[in-house]
């Protein structure tokens, strides 16, 4: 059996990554390819508590090495259990958020040293990195504003608008790291335009995986 793709997709707060993975996922399937949706931390019912130890506000929040470690501990049972037995399926599998997220919010937002995060990716995932991913860009003003309509803030969305400058710009700075795997995304636009360009990307995506 073919082995599927994997593809994440990242992004700050605000950004709308849910309704864009759910437009990525069924223009995929309407492709006749099979798909599986998931998410950073989370996947599995322990990740899923991880989850609400690192993103819910409480009276004795992790610090930063726990944080790292929780945030990782979630990423290999994610690892093991979904996303591994999913592309060996040969299903698509499309995460919101994998370790790009980690480089970006623990790395450049928290000060974690980027060897160390590698030491964990490395550890965690072997030679498990993503075909492609997908980075929906919004100034951070526009996508706190939008985060707020929400309701309740998480942890991360409590942290101020330098914080998030800080994580944008690390964000770029990655996917002009790996040109290759990274596609950006305008996500300050009407939502037909950004389905369009969707569509297109995920066509060179269909692409590439014809060629490779």
């Not at 998480?154 to 800080?166: A, K, L, P, S, T």
Request: aromatic share 8%; glycine share 8%.
């Amino acid at each position: 059996m073919e082995k599927g793709r994997f593809i994440t997709i990242e992004g700050i707060e605000g950004v709308g990554k849910s309704t864009h993975i759910s437009f990525i996922a069924n223009t995929l399937r309407g492709k006749g390819v099979p798909v599986l949706t998931t998410r950073e931390p989370g996947g599995t019912p322990l990740a899923a508590r991880i989850r609400e130890l690192v993103v819910n506000k409480s009276e004795d929040p992790p610090s930063i090495q726990a944080e790292l470690l929780l945030i990782f501990a979630a990423r290999a049972e994610h690892v093991i259990k979904v996303i591994q037995p999913a592309l060996a399926r040969g299903e698509w599998v499309i995460s919101d958020r994998f370790t790009d997220s980690t480089y970006v919010y623990q790395g450049q937002g928290r000060g974690v040293p980027k060897a160390l995060i590698s030491k964990l990716e490395n550890f965690v995932q072997g030679a498990l990195r993503p075909d492609w991913t997908v980075l929906f860009d919004l100034d951070p003003r526009i996508a706190l504003e939008r985060a707020a309509l929400r309701g309740k803030r998480d942890r991360f969305e409590e942290e101020g608008i330098i914080f998030f400058r800080r994580l944008r710009a690390s964000y770029l700075r990655r996917a002009r790291s790996f040109p290759q795997r990274f596609r950006i995304v305008d996500a300050n636009r009407p939502l037909e335009s950004i389905q369009n360009d969707l569509k297109t990307i995920l066509d060179t995506f269909l692409i590439e995986k014809s060629l490779n």
